[in-house]
Structure formats: C-alpha cells, structure tokens
C-alpha cells in the first residue's frame, strides 16, 4: 500500500495511480475495466418542456447567460438558455489532456465570435489556460498558469487533502463580453487574456491587461525552497464583475476586494475569523459572497470599498462533513426568483436549504433537506423560476478516496418558493457524488454526473438526465468506467449547441446528439 506521501507525489507529478494505464497525449481518456459488462445507455429520449420563469438578466461586463462562467452566469444559476443533449442516439467523445498527466478540466465557457473553448484544467501541480476546438476536443492554445503552493504542502506533508481541497489558482474566472477570460492565479495576479490567431496561423493566447496584487495580499506561500514559511499565504480563488463594471476578489482566509479596470486601482476589506472557499454571485444591486460562518450582501463604495449591506449568520454546525471542503456552506450563493438568495447550511443533523430577500436578508424558509446525519453539498443550488435542486454529496472526498465500485449516500431535491413558503417537491435517489449539476431551461432536464455501488467494483460513470418537473430519470449515457472518468468537483457545462461537457480526472469529455 502506498504510503500517503507517496500518493501525494504521484498525484502532483503525474505518476500512475491504481495501476492505471495512463492517457497518451492527443488520444481518448483510457478506459478501466468492466466497460463492455455495462449499459451503454439507459431510458428514452427527452421531450423538451421548458422551465417556468423569467430569464436571467444578462451581467453587462459578462459573456452572455450559460457561456462564460462555471455557474453559467452572473446570477450563478446554474441553468441554460438552451438545451442540452436530449438522449437522441447520443454519442460519447473523450480527450486527455497533458500527454500521461491527470488533466481533469475543473471550468468550460464559450467563445461566441470564435466558436471555441476556453478552459481551465489541472493537472495537479499546474493549472493551465486552454483554446479548445469543441468538436474535436484537441488543445488549439494553452498557457500555463503559476503552481499553487497547496501542491508543495501536500508533498511534503503528504496530506492530499491540503491540494484537493484547495480553490485557488484560477478555477473561478469568467469571460468578459469580448470573450477575454479574466483570471486569478496563485502568484496573486489578475490577468485579462484575449485569444487570437498569430502570424503563422496559430492560436494563442495573448495578455492584454495585467493586475498585481501581491502588495496588498499575505504572500510568504510555500516553495519546494521553503516549504515551512512562517508568514500568512492567502491566494485568490475567484473573481467576478458587479454591474457596474469592477473586478471583485476573494481569497481562501476571508478578504475582499475590487479592481478599477479603467484605473488599476485596488481596495479591500477582510472578514476577521472567516474563511471563504466559493465564488460568488452579483445582480443589479450588489454582491452575495458567502464565508464559513455567515451570507453577505456587500456593494462597492464610491471609491470601490466593499461595504457590507446585511450579515446573516447560519448554522455552520460542528465539524466539516465528509462531502465537504470545509465546515461552513458548500454552495455559492445562488440569486433567483423574486428577488431571492439561497445558499444551504452545514447543520449537524440534517442540512437546509436556506432563502433570504436579496434586498434586506430577511429569512423566507429553511427546509431540510435528505436523511439523518447522511446529508451535505459542496455544489451550488440550481436556481431557476420559483424552484431550487441541491444535490446530496455526503460521503465523497475526492477520486483517490473514493473506493472501486463505492459511490455517495445520494439523492437530489427540488425545492419551491411558494405563497406559504418552501417546500420540498421532490427527491430523486440519483447518486451524484461531487460534480456541479447544471439544468436546461428550455429542455426543462436536470444533468447529473452519477455513479451506482456494485459489488463486481467497477466504477461506472453516466451523464444523467433528470426530468426537472418530476424528478424522473429520463435517461442515462455511458462516459466511461474506471478513476480516470471520476470527476473529482469539477462542473458539467452546456454548450450552445446542445453538448454537454464534463471535466474528469483524465480530462474533457462530451456527449452530444446524433444527427
């Protein structure tokens, strides 16, 4: 049995893991065993019925609604303004990234006047910015981004958790409305990168603006030189823009801050004692940032200070849940409906689902959520209309822990807004263990990335959809079987014709509808 240590300097090097053959480069993710023991697809094609509800305003300084963030827009709904696919004889297409290295791609947005993919994937000690041709899968740029120096304490330490646990290094960027990615990285710079043909023909990436921020950040980060600072490191892990233009930034220990792009100039704020491991959502009236101990809405000052509007603490329970990152909330706070914020608690016995009015915090419902001591998300709510879905992600900690033929507690909730309150509509036993589950508006399907117990242990991945309405499994696609095809948090993303993507361990793969 390999030490932990050694796990830990496999994983970041991108040496073999379970007796994996590893991915060659520009070739599909490699299959584990059991493939030809299981269904291909499972169900019947969808019928498309929409989702009742008004559409998503669209963020000024943002790519359009479902193109350009992880959560799909500025709202961090989670939802699409088109379909996904339907289960019309679809096919499965996969591409490992980095030639033998783990490249699972964590966030997937669009290009609307290139067509083209821009992505962020990881291959354990790098992250990388990639132009991705959406057809074929195959890397038509990258440019690498700084190591995090979560990767040295996991190494030296030899505790995995330290690196998969860790939201930095530039996972929460967004694209703008000139499909320029803005991005945070883990040398405390946010960078404006444009995409573009060069003189020979061939696309790169391109930076056009540059912020440095390490002035104003704690930076004494470990190095493989000195792995044992003795000072505060504290990188960003999200940005995103309010309406009115500003960058806003988070880090991990709870500062807050906002970039002038017309300027540079820079102010920030620091929550004392909490800590902050999601992004963030923004609307018309300010920004909702969630720490480990309590929901804000804050807006920018004259000078682009944050300031705090309302502070709504929530039961934050006593210890982080297997399923979680940390102890606190696991989702971004989600704005939908009515003027409604929602995020979910960590509470001990059961988690709820929590809606507050996004004007003055006041408290809507709380609603409970799944079984006894089995219950916890590190995903964002879907929110949509008048109606919530939150995943159950209890018992997952990461791909290595996951054992062959294991799987989560599951289940899968909608929750409604209504005249008297909140009330839960439906659960499904769907096991969805860590991805972020996204839904078509217009095809009125939840997409899950799901994994079954079984006892010959093969690990079975399948794109999942659910009917939105009902709570019933519509159908089921085969991605693959085996670690590679393990998620590991990243997102499923739609794409604007009807393909969805999802980022797994051995790297990208999509499934779309035949002709």
């Not at 994996?20 to 490699?30: E, F, H, I």
């Not at 998969?164 to 945070?184: E, F, K, N």
């Not at 998620?487 to 051995?506: E, F, S």
Request: proline residues 9%; glycine residues 12%.
């Amino acid at each position: 049995m390999p030490t932990p240590r050694a796990l830990a300097t496999a994983f970041v090097t991108g040496a073999a893991t379970f007796g994996l053959a590893l991915p060659a480069a520009a070739s599909p993710v490699p299959d584990g065993p059991g493939r030809g023991l299981l269904p291909a697809y499972i169900g019947a094609p969808a019928v498309p019925r929409p989702l009742p509800g008004r559409p998503v305003p669209a963020n000024p300084h943002q790519g359009p609604p479902g193109w350009s963030s992880m959560h799909a827009d500025s709202y961090a709904s989670d939802t699409y303004p088109f379909n996904g696919p339907l289960g019309r004889r679809p096919e499965v297409r996969s591409e490992a990234k980095d030639g033998g290295l783990p490249g699972l791609c964590s966030t997937v947005t669009f290009a609307r006047r290139t067509g083209l993919i821009v992505a962020q994937c990881t291959r354990g000690q790098d992250f990388t910015l990639r132009l991705i041709d959406p057809k074929t899968l195959k890397d038509l740029a990258a440019f690498p981004l700084p190591p995090r120096p979560s990767t040295v304490r996991a190494v030296v330490t030899g505790d995995l958790d330290k690196v998969l646990t860790d939201t930095s290094g530039g996972a929460y960027y967004y694209l703008d409305p000139q499909d320029r990615a803005i991005v945070a990285d883990s040398a405390f710079h946010v960078r404006r990168f444009a995409h573009e043909k060069g003189p020979d023909g061939a696309w790169r990436f391109k930076v056009t603006d540059d912020w440095d921020l390490g002035g104003r950040l704690p930076h004494d980060c470990a190095t493989w030189a000195d792995p044992w600072p003795k000072g505060e490191c504290d990188p960003i892990t999200a940005v995103g823009p309010d309406w009115g233009g500003r960058i806003w930034w988070i880090t991990r220990n709870g500062r807050i801050g906002t970039i002038d792009p017309r300027t540079g100039g820079v102010r920030g704020v620091r929550l004392k004692g909490e800590g902050i491991q999601n992004s963030f959502a923004t609307a018309e009236d300010g920004v909702s940032i969630v720490s480990d101990h309590a929901l804000y809405r804050m807006r920018a000052g004259k000078d682009g200070t944050p300031q705090t509007v309302w502070r709504r603490a929530y039961d934050r329970g006593t210890a982080r849940k297997p399923g979680q990152i940390d102890q606190g909330s696991g989702t971004t706070p989600t704005f939908f409906g009515d003027g409604y914020v929602a995020i979910t608690d960590n509470a001990d016995d059961r988690m709820h689902v929590l809606v507050l009015r996004r004007g003055d915090g006041r408290p809507v419902c709380k609603v409970p959520v799944f079984g006894h001591g089995k219950s916890a998300s590190d995903n964002s709510l879907i929110g949509y209309g008048d109606s919530l879905f939150v995943e159950n992600n209890y018992g997952y900690r990461n791909f290595f822990a996951l054992p062959p033929g294991g799987s989560v507690v599951g289940g899968v909730s909608r929750v409604d807004v209504t005249a008297k309150g909140c009330r839960t509509a439906w659960t499904s036993k769907e096991r969805s263990p860590s991805t972020v589950a996204k839904a078509s508006v217009t095809a009125g399907l939840l997409y899950l990335y799901t994994k079954e117990p079984r006892k010959d242990l093969v690990d079975a991945w399948y794109l999942t959809a659910v009917d939105a309405h009902s709570g019933r499994t519509v159908f089921k696609v085969l991605t693959g079987t085996g670690k590679w095809f393990d998620n590991n948090w990243a997102p499923i993303t739609l794409g604007p014709d009807g393909t969805a993507y999802v980022g797994v361990v051995g790297g990208l793969v999509a499934v779309r509808d035949r002709p």
